[in-house]
């Protein structure tokens, strides 16, 4: 348990459909982000929430679309999405102690997205 | 450009040890190092910033080359635990908050008894 927890853990999506993905973070921290791991790729970081402002957008389509309402809650809203989207999407959170480039990002355990 | 890690995967022993790799084509300002078990959320090991500093978790340690623009990491007398993909995530900006680390293709470890 890293205090991330991410909801749900597993989802099975058409490409027609709505669905969000949920990520809490229990650590007090206050930035946040949206990885997302396919299979034989790198880790790719999507976007990045610094006190619930969107600081990074990493080129993502916007059928991926981001929310953070507060500094405790991530959310990834999902429309239309294709089969490439299929993929583990991480959540991860940090604290900016003032020593920049030495946040440690904590990981939640992801969820499984099958987009058919 | 994300950085370049090798090998891409290593079999070993237990009490064996091994070297991974991670090189960039830009200045480094930090290299952060992460073990991800199947399944699982990845766990943060260690960073290292530049000046060349060295690092060490249980038995595993890490140095961080400036002027190569390159981080390894040491697995020493490695043990079943140490099994995993390892990924290094570095980042090349000094920024307040929200750091962005683009990170490696991984390293799997498989450690047998």
């Known amino acids: 348990e890293t205090g991330v927890t991410q909801t749900p853990r597993h989802l099975v999506m058409g490409m027609t459909n709505k669905k969000s993905l949920k990520c809490e973070q229990h650590?007090?921290?206050?930035?946040m982000y949206w990885y997302k791991q396919s299979a034989k790729k790198p880790l790719e970081l999507m976007f990045v929430?610094?006190?619930?402002?969107?600081?990074e957008n990493n080129s993502v389509p916007s059928r991926f679309s981001p929310e953070c309402p507060n500094s405790s809650h991530l959310f990834l809203h999902l429309h239309t999405l294709q089969p490439e989207d299929s993929a583990l999407y991480l959540c991860?959170?940090?604290?900016?102690?003032?020593?920049?480039?030495?946040?440690?990002?904590?990981f939640g355990p992801g969820t499984r997205l099958l987009v058919l | 450009q994300q950085p370049v890690q090798s090998p891409q995967a290593v079999i070993l022993r237990e009490g064996e040890d091994a070297v991974i790799n991670c090189s960039s084509s830009?200045?480094?300002?930090?290299v952060h190092w992460y073990r991800q078990k199947h399944g699982e959320a990845p766990v943060f090991l260690m960073i290292?910033?530049?000046?060349?500093e060295q690092k060490g978790h249980e038995k595993i340690s890490a140095s961080f080359n400036e002027k190569k623009q390159q981080s390894s990491l040491y697995l020493t007398a490695s043990q079943l635990s140490y099994s995993g993909t390892y990924f290094c995530?570095?980042?090349?900006?000094?920024?307040?908050?929200?750091?962005?680390?683009?990170f490696g293709g991984g390293t799997r470890v498989l450690v047998k008894p």
């Open positions: 290292l910033l530049k000046g060349g």
């Open positions: 830009k200045a480094l300002y930090s």
């Open positions: 991860a959170s940090s604290q900016d102690a003032g020593l920049a480039g030495q946040e440690t990002q904590y």
């Open positions: 929430y610094s006190l619930e402002e969107r600081v």
């Open positions: 650590l007090g921290h206050n930035a």
């Open positions: 995530g570095t980042d090349i900006v000094v920024k307040a908050a929200g750091n962005k680390l683009t």
